[in-house]
């Protein structure tokens, strides 16, 4: 009983995050990159954090983060990108006291590393890390703690999923990432994604786990499939890992 009222409320606060529901929750938009960055809040307690910013748009969230009277305790990555620098590095600046924090997988700096399990706490909230790799080694979920929400970052799209043709990516890891980690969640979970290309915010996963047209195929079909892809390398890989790797801090000129 109390796990069904769990996600009954956890579900009306996604669904209803205005001024009245406890969690605060902005989803904003990179159009470059079409990079979704999230900001979550807790109303009582102000903290909050940022998921997946961008270099280019750090000051916008951190101008929103202000304007909402809210302290930033974490910049959080899901996995080091390929298509743009992360805005953490430049938050930290910006917003004293914050944190940029990734998978230890990744390899990439940060000032918090987090393994599968680890719990992200702002307020009365949790998220709760799962390992999702296959797009990258690095690749994380976070779910909040009623199930009623997760940000899956490049591991599970909106009908979709990331590549895995780069950055030591695994199509049957993928794969399995996806079955065990977020299709194992309460179908009305809500699924937010790190990008999008064709105007589409929010998923569920009930709605993936019988539409996603690849991720609903076999594992062996899912893997031939990604394989002949074919897709163009991203256009700001070259300078963009590297910065990420260092938390998106670029050297100074000597």
Do not use: W
């Not at 990108?81 to 944190?99: E, F, K, V």
Request: glycine share 8%; net charge negative; hydrophobic share 35%.
């Amino acid at each position: 009983m109390a796990g069904s009222a769990l996600r009954v409320a956890g579900r009306q606060l996604s669904q209803y995050s205005g001024s009245g529901a406890p969690i605060l929750l902005r989803q904003m938009f990179e159009p470059k990159s079409c990079t979704y960055t999230y900001l979550l809040g807790d109303r009582e307690s102000r903290e909050a954090i940022l998921i997946d910013p961008v270099l280019e748009t750090a000051h916008r969230d951190a101008q929103l983060v202000k304007e909402l009277g809210l302290r930033l305790l974490y910049a959080v990555n899901t996995h080091c990108h390929a298509d743009h620098i992360t805005g953490s590095g430049l938050l930290r600046s910006l917003l004293p006291g914050c944190q940029s924090v990734i998978s230890r997988l990744s390899g990439a700096q940060a000032d918090m590393h987090i393994e599968d399990g680890d719990p992200i706490h702002f307020g009365r909230f949790t998220l709760e890390t799962r390992a999702s790799p296959g797009h990258t080694p690095g690749c994380v979920t976070f779910v909040l703690d009623d199930h009623s929400m997760a940000f899956t970052g490049d591991a599970l799209l909106i009908r979709g999923c990331g590549r895995t043709d780069f950055q030591q990516g695994c199509a049957k890891t993928l794969y399995h990432s996806v079955h065990e980690k977020i299709f194992t969640l309460p179908g009305d979970c809500l699924i937010y994604p790190a990008h999008d290309y064709h105007g589409l915010t929010v998923s569920t996963v009930e709605e993936e786990r019988t539409l996603n047209p690849r991720l609903t195929l076999s594992c062996e079909e899912f893997v031939k499939v990604m394989s002949k892809l074919n897709l163009p390398k991203p256009q700001q890989i070259d300078f963009a890992v590297p910065a990420n790797m260092r938390c998106g801090i670029q050297t100074p000129p000597s």
